[in-house]
C-alpha cells in the first residue's frame, strides 16, 4: 500500500512521517482480525472433553470463562492503543481499536465444579466433564469396508 504522505527528499527542510510505518498497518491488522474468532479445538476423551481455546495477545485478566444452562461460554476483550509523535511532542499519528469474542458450546447438564481450566502463553485449555448423556450414550459398531 502506497504511503499517504510524501518521504523526505533530500533539498526539503521538512518531512512529513509515514501514516502507516513498518508493520504497524500488519499489527493493527493482526490485533482487529485475527483475535475475533480464536481458533478452538475440541477433543474428546474417556470421561471428559479437552476445548484448547488459541487466544495469542490476550492476557489472562482479559478471557472469561462461565457455564450456564448446559452452555459453555468462553468471551475475551482486548483494548489496543497506538501512538507516534514526533520531537515536538504533538501527535502525528493515534490509534485505538478494540476487539471481543464470544464462542458457546453445548456440552449439557454437568457439575460446573468439575470443570477444570488454565491459562498460559496465550492458550486456554478447558476441561469439561462428559454430561450423563454422553457418558451413557451407545456408539454404534463400526461396520469394516471391503
Do not use: C, W
Amino acid at each position: 500500500m502506497a504511503n499517504l504522505f510524501p518521504k523526505k527528499r533530500s533539498t526539503d527542510k521538512m518531512s512529513f512521517p509515514t501514516l502507516f510505518e513498518g508493520s504497524q498497518l500488519d499489527d493493527l491488522f493482526d490485533f482487529s482480525f485475527k483475535n475475533t474468532f480464536p481458533k478452538v479445538d475440541v477433543k474428546e476423551k474417556n470421561n471428559h472433553y479437552e476445548i484448547k481455546a488459541d487466544l495469542p495477545g490476550f492476557d489472562k485478566d482479559q478471557v472469561i470463562v462461565e457455564y450456564e444452562d448446559g452452555y459453555l461460554t468462553i468471551k475475551g476483550e482486548q483494548e489496543h492503543s497506538s501512538e507516534t509523535k514526533d520531537e515536538n511532542e504533538h501527535f502525528v499519528r493515534k490509534e485505538r481499536t478494540y476487539g471481543s469474542f464470544q464462542r458457546s458450546f453445548y456440552v449439557g447438564e454437568i457439575d460446573d465444579n468439575d470443570i477444570k481450566g488454565k491459562f498460559k502463553n496465550g492458550l486456554l485449555t478447558l476441561e469439561v466433564p462428559k454430561s450423563k448423556e454422553d457418558e451413557h450414550q451407545q456408539h454404534g459398531k463400526r461396520i469394516s469396508l471391503d
